[in-house]
């Protein structure tokens, strides 16, 4: 039931596809979409949300480029659509994907009708080969991409892996705007790094502390953020990077290192409570594929690693 419920509030907090998962009773009940809302931030871009959760639109004179969809659940990428049309006389012309995580760009393909999809190179095989509930790029780009509609200029920028191996960030820089979905978590922590290159992670959220042009951050989830956020998230997965490898170095198991780290700077963080174990643990696998201790492992405790997960990383054996 705690795995159940963990499972569920997982869901919630982050952004992959959990499609088929029985949920608790309390989720059941949960009714989607109440708290729409449409935000102007500036005088081109808008946020637009429910549950917690946000994408993005830029408006101008010759059309809107539209950055992310929503939950599938709230019908909010729907409730969307029907708003741009009552309140624009021009069309959504670009969808752009921040990334392949099903829970933001769920619905976006109803934009079909009048956009064109962006996203970066690699988003494209995650949509196909997860059949993703959403619209299928056709404009793919490596590092950098302008889009100039009605003379707003809106950058979609990629700095290599990092949450997902295709996550962007898009940036309005005339009007001092940083949309970085899943990148501006502030004092607010994943479930897990299970799909996170955390090396480039640390590395990119010191770029994006330090980009110019930025006044205002919209993450996906949460209130409206400033740069800080990058640099407050980026020292406490920092200090679990640390953390966890000093620990491993020294030649403590998995479950020692669950019992020895507790990072009680941070408790401050939100979730941290209930995703901290999650955290170490994927850290800890994370982390495992960078190194290789000095004494190799031997058989048995091949077979014990391989059966309790209980790995041992470093020290002493007796062969
Ligand atoms: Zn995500």
Not at 183 to 206: C, H, Q, W
């Amino acid at each position: 039931m705690k795995l159940l419920k963990q499972s569920v509030m997982w869901f919630g907090v982050c952004c992959l596809l959990m499609v088929g998962l029985n949920v608790s009773a309390e989720e059941k009940k949960k009714v989607w979409g109440k708290d729409r809302s449409i935000t102007q931030i500036t005088d081109s871009v808008y946020r637009f949300g429910s549950d917690g959760q946000y994408g993005a639109y830029i408006l101008t004179s010759e059309g809107i480029i539209l950055v992310d969809g929503h939950y599938c659940q709230s019908n909010t990428t729907q409730w969307l659509k029907s708003e741009l049309d009552k309140r624009y006389d021009v069309p959504v012309k670009y969808v752009v994907l921040s990334h392949d995580h099903q829970d933001h760009i769920c619905h976006t393909d109803i934009f079909n009708d009048t956009a064109i999809t962006v996203g970066h190179r690699n988003l494209l095989p995650h949509i196909l080969r997860e059949k993703r509930d959403s619209a299928v790029p056709s404009v793919l780009f490596n590092d950098e991409m302008d889009i100039v509609l009605g003379g707003v200029k809106v950058v979609l920028m990629f700095f290599g892996p990092t949450h997902s191996d295709n996550l962007i960030q898009v940036h309005i820089p005339e009007e001092k705007v940083l949309i970085a979905i899943d990148m501006a978590k502030g004092k607010s922590i994943f479930p897990d790094y299970r799909d996170m290159e955390v090396n480039n992670t640390l590395e990119v959220l010191k770029k994006l502390a330090n980009l110019p042009d930025v006044d205002i951050v919209l993450p996906g989830h949460g209130p409206v953020k400033t740069q800080q956020n990058f640099i407050e998230n980026g020292n406490y997965i920092k200090a679990l990077r640390d953390g966890v490898l000093d620990l491993m170095v020294e030649g403590k198991s998995l479950d020692e290192i669950r019992k020895l780290i507790k990072l009680e700077n941070f408790d401050d963080f939100k979730h941290k409570e209930r995703w901290f174990d999650t955290n170490i643990v994927t850290m800890y696998h994370y982390l495992y594929r960078y190194r290789e201790p000095n004494n190799r492992i031997t058989p048995e405790e091949a077979t014990e690693c391989r059966d309790t997960r209980n790995c041992r990383t470093s020290g002493e054996i007796n062969i």
